[in-house]
């Protein structure tokens, strides 16, 4: 609407539709954290309890629970990846929306320089979806990237 519409924007987005926005999106957050919670939660842990990461993630604690993790990996990988998969199948359709709906270059190179700081983020988000949808086995490299996705993204 901001784009394709910048006069209506004030009328089209109003107070309540974006509250609306805002709850769906807190809602969202909340359901897919209490999910992995729930799960997590119930795994029995014994022996080391010292995560091999920088900071708490899931996968690294799960890594210490000392039962077969097969069924809740599955579960939090399908999680994750519904909601990865669903944001970014918005995301590709309503950047294509603006690009379809405009037809000057001029307008065109206005939109993508407006989308560009956002266009930056998501090509950085990549990395997240790296992370959290294969089987929570050890790989070297998943420190750095999730350094990358946790420090690096949110600074831009």
């Known amino acids: 609407v901001a784009i394709c519409h910048p006069l209506h924007y004030t009328t089209v987005m109003s ?63 399908s999680n994750s990846g519904l909601i990865s998969t669903s944001s970014f199948v918005v995301l590709i359709s309503s950047y294509t929306t603006i690009l379809v709906k405009i037809h000057s270059k001029e307008g065109r190179r206005k939109a993508l320089s407006t989308c560009a700081s956002h266009l930056m983020v998501v090509t950085l988000f990549g990395p997240c979806s790296f992370i959290y949808p294969h089987p929570f086995s050890t790989f070297s490299v998943d420190k750095m990237v999730s350094v990358l996705y946790k420090v690096i993204t949110p600074m831009l």
């Open 15 to 77: 107070r309540g539709l974006c509250c609306v926005l805002v709850a769906a999106s807190w809602m969202g957050g909340f359901v897919h954290s209490t999910v992995q919670t729930i799960l997590t939660i119930r795994l029995p842990f014994c022996g080391p309890n010292q995560v091999d990461n920088f900071f708490c993630d899931v996968p690294p604690v799960i890594k210490l629970a000392c039962a077969d993790t097969f069924v809740i990996e599955l579960l939090m990988v």
